[in-house]
């Protein structure tokens, strides 16, 4: 038979052991919230400590080779059937994204400034300041660098919650306290099918970039071409220009020694003025095609530019077919129109899988003062998918497959277009600039001359001097029209048919809603 003191002592102890696993439960909370703090300060210090990311390297896909055709509709039918992201998904062979946290916060910023002193360039130096400087580019970069962060965020699992519980408080000796650990179990592989379907968005980006690369290589060419004829047609109308200067002198001094009448010395003098202001606008031509041509470079102005003549461009006949085949190999938008597909394949498989149930585990330990003994609880629970099976984001993933589909077939139809209208323009110049060059030309120059010793023989009026000399400068700027025609068709050839170099390039548009889908459920 127990004493007072001894029940009082029992009681005692069991005070003790109350105050002591609340103690501990104190502590516990409190070394987890250290932990916690110590691991943002960690994460805070490694983020200080990486450098800033250096802009996205200029991307180096191998276009020379075919680009893959899209899956027939028959698989996109079967793609339908799959159950789980593992059957009829891609992956693309991407390396791994480390999670390294610099690509967030960046001291620098991604485009770059070209500080450079400047004389005369070369079409060559134009096109690399060019790849260095225009802001588009920057921008591609840009969407690169969130695609692959995006891809890392969107297959994190998702964080723990820990923390304490405490029932029956107000019921004095009977309340239970204690701590819990819970976590979400994402099942299905939607994690790294998000990452898929990232990795592919990624891929796309990257096509998107060397596409706007070719966009402003093209630009430039074109560009620097229409600068190039600008300078000939100013050369052409000085000439011009000199010619009729000497020929109003001529008029005047005939009209003095009363050999002619005023209507020559007046019709000199139209001429020359329509000399002098064809060379003026020769002159405004120039000033704004340079203008032009620093901007789609990405500087302020150009200084002095390298004139190359435009008589360089071979005069080749191209076989259209092979130029076809060779463009839609090496597009790099048709590349991405199908890169497309693939993504649009992923996300088909990842929402197939959608509906597979996520797990929540729930463990909690702590003390039961009724019971005067500790104690584990369990709980493991998932959704039942009996209302919503994600049937309608399966049908609409679907659908964008099948459009990505048809996108790449209007691709093709729209590079053959472009080729056309840009094939017609090549040969029509090609055509002009062989018959001006070898046969209108010629012929107007000498007839000029013959004219000129006629008239000084006084067998030509001078009116028909006029006439021939006028002649003789529009087949000449024709000519140059022409071979500027000639050289900017076979810019946007070898270019891909690709132009805009200062459009903006396309945005991506995945986010990391898929990260949130796959946590939720639903």
């Given at each position: 038979?127990?004493?007072?003191?001894?029940?009082?002592?029992?009681?005692?102890?069991?005070?003790?052991?109350?105050?002591?696993?609340?103690?501990?439960?104190?502590?516990?909370?409190?070394?987890?919230?250290?932990?916690?703090?110590?691991?943002?300060?960690?994460?805070?210090?490694?983020?200080?400590?990486?450098?800033?990311?250096?802009?996205?390297?200029?991307?180096?896909?191998?276009?020379?080779?075919?680009?893959?055709?899209?899956?027939?509709?028959?698989?996109?039918?079967?793609?339908?059937?799959?159950?789980?992201?593992?059957?009829?998904?891609?992956?693309?062979?991407?390396?791994?994204?480390?999670?390294?946290?610099?690509?967030?916060?960046?001291?620098?910023?991604?485009?770059?400034?070209?500080?450079?002193?400047?004389?005369?360039?070369?079409?060559?130096?134009?096109?690399?300041?060019?790849?260095?400087?225009?802001?588009?580019?920057?921008?591609?970069?840009?969407?690169?660098?969130?695609?692959?962060?995006?891809?890392?965020?969107?297959?994190?699992?998702?964080?723990?919650?820990?923390?304490?519980?405490?029932?029956?408080?107000?019921?004095?000796?009977?309340?239970?306290?204690?701590?819990?650990?819970?976590?979400?179990?994402?099942?299905?592989?939607?994690?790294?099918?998000?990452?898929?379907?990232?990795?592919?968005?990624?891929?796309?980006?990257?096509?998107?970039?060397?596409?706007?690369?070719?966009?402003?290589?093209?630009?430039?060419?074109?560009?620097?071409?229409?600068?190039?004829?600008?300078?000939?047609?100013?050369?052409?109308?000085?000439?011009?220009?000199?010619?009729?200067?000497?020929?109003?002198?001529?008029?005047?001094?005939?009209?003095?020694?009363?050999?002619?009448?005023?209507?020559?010395?007046?019709?000199?003098?139209?001429?020359?003025?329509?000399?002098?202001?064809?060379?003026?606008?020769?002159?405004?031509?120039?000033?704004?095609?340079?203008?032009?041509?620093?901007?789609?470079?990405?500087?302020?102005?150009?200084?002095?530019?390298?004139?190359?003549?435009?008589?360089?461009?071979?005069?080749?006949?191209?076989d259209w077919d092979v130029e076809r085949e060779?463009?839609?190999?090496?597009?790099?938008?048709?590349?991405?129109?199908?890169?497309?597909?693939?993504?649009?394949?992923?996300?088909?498989?990842?929402?197939?899988?959608?509906?597979?149930?996520?797990?929540?585990?729930?463990?909690?330990?702590?003390?039961?003062?009724?019971?005067d003994a500790a104690m584990v609880n369990l709980?493991?629970?998932?959704?039942?998918?009996?209302?919503?099976?994600?049937?309608?984001?399966?049908?609409?993933?679907?659908?964008?497959?099948?459009?990505?589909?048809?996108?790449?077939?209007?691709?093709?139809?729209?590079?053959?277009?472009?080729?056309?209208?840009?094939?017609?323009?090549?040969?029509?110049?090609?055509?002009?600039?062989?018959?001006?060059?070898?046969?209108?030309?010629?012929?107007?120059?000498?007839?000029?001359?013959?004219?000129?010793?006629?008239?000084?023989?006084?067998?030509?009026?001078?009116i028909e001097i006029l006439v021939l000399r006028?002649?003789?400068?529009?087949?000449?700027?024709?000519?140059?029209?022409?071979?500027?025609?000639?050289?900017?068709?076979?810019?946007?050839?070898?270019?891909?048919?690709?132009?805009?170099?200062?459009?903006?390039?396309?945005?991506?548009?995945?986010?990391?809603?898929?990260?949130?889908?796959?946590?939720?459920?639903?």
């Open positions: 038979m127990m004493t007072v003191s001894t029940v009082n002592l029992l009681k005692r102890r069991g005070t003790l052991r109350r105050i002591s696993f609340r103690c501990l439960m104190v502590t516990a909370i409190a070394v987890t919230g250290c932990v916690h703090t110590s691991s943002v300060n960690n994460f805070t210090q490694k983020t200080a400590k990486v450098p800033a990311p250096a802009p996205v390297t200029q991307p180096q896909p191998q276009i020379e080779k075919s680009v893959p055709q899209p899956e027939a509709k028959s698989e996109a039918e079967s793609a339908v059937m799959l159950v789980s992201g593992e059957e009829g998904s891609e992956t693309v062979a991407e390396p791994a994204l480390q999670p390294i946290p610099e690509s967030w916060i960046s001291e620098e910023p991604l485009d770059c400034q070209c500080d450079l002193q400047l004389g005369a360039v070369s079409l060559v130096e134009l096109e690399q300041i060019a790849l260095g400087s225009n802001p588009t580019l920057r921008q591609a970069e840009a969407s690169i660098t969130r695609a692959r962060n995006l891809k890392y965020q969107v297959g994190l699992k998702p964080n723990p919650t820990v923390g304490m519980f405490a029932q029956q408080l107000a019921d004095e000796g009977t309340d239970q306290v204690g701590v819990f650990y819970e976590q979400q179990i994402v099942r299905g592989n939607k994690l790294g099918l998000n990452r898929n379907v990232l990795a592919h968005a990624t891929q796309s980006q990257i096509w998107e970039l060397e596409a706007q690369r070719q966009r402003v290589l093209t630009d430039v060419r074109v560009a620097y071409f229409e600068l190039c004829a600008a300078h000939q047609r100013r050369n052409v109308a000085r000439t011009f220009a000199e010619v009729t200067q000497k020929g109003l002198e001529v008029a005047r001094v005939r009209f003095e020694s009363q050999e002619s009448t005023k209507v020559e010395v007046m019709q000199a003098e139209v001429q020359h003025r329509e000399a002098t202001l064809t060379l003026a606008q020769a002159e405004i031509a120039i000033t704004m095609s340079q203008r032009n041509l620093a901007a789609i470079v990405g500087l302020p102005a150009l200084s002095e530019v390298m004139i190359e003549p435009l008589q360089n461009t071979q005069l080749v006949e191209l060779r463009i839609q190999c090496n597009s790099p938008e048709f590349a991405f129109a199908v890169q497309q597909v693939s993504q649009a394949r992923a996300e088909l498989s990842r929402q197939q899988v959608q509906a597979v149930p996520n797990v929540t585990v729930n463990v909690g330990t702590g003390f039961d003062n009724g019971t709980q493991v629970g998932g959704s039942l998918p009996v209302r919503n099976a994600n049937e309608g984001n399966i049908a609409a993933a679907y659908a964008e497959y099948c459009r990505a589909t048809h996108e790449v077939e209007r691709m093709q139809n729209d590079l053959r277009s472009r080729l056309a209208l840009v094939a017609q323009r090549y040969d029509s110049a090609r055509a002009a600039v062989m018959t001006y060059e070898q046969q209108v030309i010629p012929q107007a120059q000498s007839a000029y001359e013959l004219a000129s010793s006629a008239y000084q023989l006084g067998e030509f009026s001078f006028r002649t003789l400068l529009d087949v000449q700027l024709k000519a140059i029209e022409a071979r500027k025609e000639l050289a900017q068709a076979r810019a946007e050839i070898d270019g891909l048919l690709l132009r805009g170099g200062l459009t903006a390039p396309s945005e991506l548009s995945t986010s990391d809603e898929l990260r949130g889908q796959s946590l939720s459920g639903e």
